[in-house]
C-alpha cells in the first residue's frame, strides 16, 4: 500500500494509475488524512473492461437506439 497527498496524486496520475495496473494499492491523503484509496479491479469471471469491448452497433433498420441499449444491458446482466 502506498500513501500519496492529493497534490502528488494530482501531479501524478498517469504513472500512479500504472503502479495501480501492477497490482499496487494507493491511499490518497489530504491534509494528511486517507480520502481515497485505488486498488486494481478484481477480475471478477475474466470478463473483459466495459471499455475494451466493442461498442454498440445498430444493425436493424428502423430499429430505435434506447431499444438497443436497453437489450445490450439485459445482456450484460447475465453475464
Request: aromatic share 6%.
Amino acid at each position: 500500500m502506498k500513501m500519496v497527498n492529493f497534490t502528488e496524486f494530482r501531479n501524478n496520475a498517469s504513472c500512479l494509475f500504472s503502479e495501480v495496473e501492477k497490482g499496487q494499492v494507493l491511499v490518497v491523503l489530504r491534509h494528511g488524512k486517507p480520502i481515497a484509496e485505488v486498488s486494481p479491479v478484481s477480475s471478477a469471471a475474466g470478463q473483459a473492461l466495459s471499455w475494451k469491448r466493442p461498442g454498440l452497433r445498430l444493425s436493424a433498420k428502423g430499429a430505435g437506439l434506447a431499444i438497443a441499449i436497453l437489450e445490450e444491458r439485459n445482456r450484460e446482466d447475465v453475464l
